[in-house]
């Protein structure tokens, strides 16, 4: 990759990174699930009556949408609000990369290399050690309903490579359609009308900055960005980028949260990366054929 498309690749990396202390920030005083619902509302209009569809059967893109955009965040949402740590929940989301390869190999009949069985296996590792780590010192609730929002990407991630849909920004909108109204309706049931009506009528400053950076800065922007490097370069050359994620989100919320891992959580979140690097950076090749399942549906194709 050229200078100019690698600093593009590290921008995309830093808004997605900062991404999840934004979430966290903008929650405050707004429901989880309302915030989601704000958030798809401005990633789907006005665009949907700009951009073209996706060329895919409306089912594949509904259920897209309902697996990456609407559980995903939907928990990802939620696990903030109950107290998993902003940078934390940066690096437990990359489970999906491990999730992505046994789902795609049970689903799909893809048998994993054996590259990727040993970043799997060293990934999960790295991932129970994070577990065990966090559980010790705080209640475990919230990092299990964050790996639930991992393996919601991982099966939206499978269902797109099944119905072959790209990671393209059409897909981003259209999909983001799916979200706001059973966003709100959950909300509503949760929270109440009087909380969801009072949570509007009294936005703060940070959630309307929060709601405008993760709908046009993380989905939008990073998209548009992402997905014109993924067309100019091979998958292999471009996700790799996507280990920073974690590490600028855990750098974010220790800058902006004051948020300190503990030893053994950097120690398992060190061998998770390594797993999941191990699973996903594949050498360059010149000869033509399919790319393979980490490297297509693992951490590039969902959007945030």
Request: proline residues 6%; glycine residues 10%.
């Amino acid at each position: 990759m050229s200078l100019k498309h690698s600093l593009l690749a590290v921008l995309v990396m830093l808004v997605w990174g900062g991404n999840f202390v934004v979430i966290d920030e903008g929650l405050d005083g707004v429901p989880p699930l309302l915030f989601l619902a704000m958030r798809f509302t401005f990633v789907a209009l006005p665009l949907v009556f700009l951009v073209p569809r996706p060329q895919a059967g409306w089912r594949d893109v509904v259920a897209v949408g309902a697996f990456m955009s609407l559980g995903q965040f939907s928990l990802l949402y939620v696990a903030l609000d109950l107290g998993m740590p902003a940078g934390l929940a940066s690096l437990v989301l990359q489970a999906q990369v491990i999730f992505t390869i046994v789902i795609a190999a049970a689903v799909l009949r893809e048998a994993p290399t054996r590259r990727q069985l040993v970043g799997a296996t060293i990934g999960t590792a790295g991932l129970v050690l994070v577990i065990v780590a966090h559980g010790a010192t705080a209640p475990i609730l919230p990092i299990l309903v964050m790996l639930g929002a991992a393996m919601s990407w991982a099966t939206g991630n499978v269902i797109a490579r099944r119905a072959g849909i790209s990671s393209g920004f059409s897909l981003v909108v259209w999909s983001a359609l799916v979200v706001p109204v059973p966003a709100l309706l959950l909300s509503l049931v949760v929270d109440g009308g009087h909380e969801v009506g009072h949570a509007l009528t009294h936005l703060s400053g940070t959630a309307v900055a929060s709601t405008a950076y993760t709908a046009i800065g993380a989905s939008l922007l990073g998209y548009g960005i992402w997905n014109s490097l993924l067309a100019r370069y091979p998958a292999s050359a471009v996700v790799p980028f996507v280990l920073l994620v974690p590490v600028v989100g855990i750098a974010t919320a220790w800058i902006v949260q004051g948020e300190v891992p503990t030893v053994l959580e950097v120690i398992g979140g060190i061998v998770m990366l390594a797993g999941v690097a191990a699973a996903t950076i594949t050498r360059r090749v010149r000869r033509a054929g399919p790319p393979e399942p980490s490297a297509t549906v693992g951490i590039a194709s969902a959007p945030r």
